[in-house]
């Protein structure tokens, strides 16, 4: 979705161009062309994000079918996943030098984003130091993350973007990823067969602890199991991202 968003600005840009040769309006016929160029140049950097060419975008699949089903239907035979619930990980945040969010579109459909601004000011005026990772396709348009962020008030400085924020994960105690699933998949580094592979990826898994807030198991968009779900340091916190969310923070209130 990103990538024909950002197409379909491309093709808004070259109309209003052409628009402007037919009346003969030189404003128009530039500004049409500048708008064209800006929507082809980010639709070419959402593919590079996304290890995918544009071609393969619009006219191919991309993994398997999402499985159906709740909570934990969907996990792999014989691979047990650790789940957590809202007190561990209220423990878990609040005696944390440094929490990174990774929010992505399930927070946007929980609409979850005013209960996690508002975990992340509790967070702050405990001295944890919290940043927001953002993955340039997190979402369903460009700067989807950003803008529903924005709404609730998050700080600008405290949004970094992958390339800024990969590097501290190694260095972070707590990881919450809020409804992100492919943007944090180590497939795309470690699984050379993977649809996915040489995808850019937020570096989630390198951090001390990782809580991912998910309805369930089930893949996201490219069908593909997500390994993080898997990991020894991984615990799945199952249920509707904005009552979850809710839920920390009224037991990091309490503490």
């Known amino acids: 979705m990103p990538v024909v968003v950002a197409l379909l600005n491309s093709y808004s840009g070259l109309a209003a161009a052409a628009t402007g040769f037919v009346i003969d309006n030189v404003v128009l016929i530039v500004s049409g ?16 994000a996304m290890n995918r060419s544009l071609a393969n975008v619009l006219l191919g699949g991309f993994g398997g079918e999402a499985s159906q089903g709740p909570q934990v239907e969907g996990a792999e035979e014989g691979r047990p996943v650790n ?56 979402g369903r348009m460009p700067g989807h993350m950003n803008v529903l962020l924005a709404e609730a008030n998050v700080p600008y400085d405290q949004l970094f973007e992958m390339e800024e924020v990969n590097s501290e994960f190694a260095q972070t105690d707590v990881a919450l990823v809020i409804g992100a699933n492919d943007v944090v998949n180590p497939a795309a580094r470690q699984d050379e067969s993977s649809p996915i592979y040489g995808m850019p990826i937020l570096n989630v898994d390198e951090s001390e602890q990782v809580i991912v807030f998910k309805r369930s ?28 969310v809710a839920d920390l923070v009224s037991e990091v209130k309490a503490l």
């Open 33 to 48: 062309t500048l708008v064209g160029a800006a929507g082809f140049i980010l639709t070419m950097i959402m593919c590079e």
């Open 83 to 138: 789940e957590t619930e809202a007190q561990d990980t209220a423990m878990l945040c609040s005696y944390a030098a440094q929490v990174i969010v990774v929010p992505g579109y399930g927070m946007a459909v929980a609409q979850a984003q005013h209960q996690v601004r508002e975990l992340a000011e509790l967070l702050d005026e405990e001295g944890v130091n919290v940043k927001f990772a953002i993955h340039p396709v997190a």
């Open 217 to 244: 198991l089930r893949p996201g968009y490219s069908g593909i199991p997500n390994e993080l779900f898997y990991n020894d340091n991984t615990k799945m916190f199952f249920g509707d991202a904005k009552e979850s």
